[in-house]
């Protein structure tokens, strides 16, 4: 059974940092792409970040280049994002995702909410 447990969301300050985690069991973790993604309130799912199953390649969506980073760290089947210089727009619920064999696995999110 694959599980996606995100945690590290709070509410912080504008130009504040927090870093996400996700941890996941039941999957070969260190085989597969992992993704966050987020989802404010009224909008779509958007794709935030991805990375590769070694953790070489990382792709980000252009309102978060330069302020957040993506990293996994594969003994602790765990994947992580960064983020720097947080603004008001990227207050959302942030989810980590796996795919696998045509299918899509979901944690249950984690709020972030960026307010002075």
């Known amino acids: 059974q694959v599980q996606l447990v995100e945690s590290g969301g709070n509410l912080v300050q504008p130009g504040g940092s927090l870093r996400l985690s996700c941890a996941a069991s039941?999957?070969?973790?260190?085989?597969?792409?992992m993704n966050w993604y987020r989802q404010a309130p009224g909008k779509q799912r958007e794709l935030v970040a991805t990375?590769?199953?070694?953790?070489?390649?990382?792709v980000y969506t252009n309102s978060v280049k330069g302020r957040f980073t993506i990293s996994r760290d594969n003994a602790r089947s765990t994947v992580y994002l960064q983020m720097n210089s947080l603004k008001p727009e990227d207050t959302a619920v942030y989810y980590c995702?796996?795919?696998?064999?045509?299918?899509?696995?979901w944690g249950q999110g984690t709020q972030v909410t960026v307010s002075s």
């Open positions: 995702n796996v795919r696998i064999a045509g299918l899509t696995y």
């Open positions: 039941g999957i070969i973790f260190s085989i597969y792409a």
């Open positions: 990375i590769a199953p070694d953790g070489r390649q990382t």
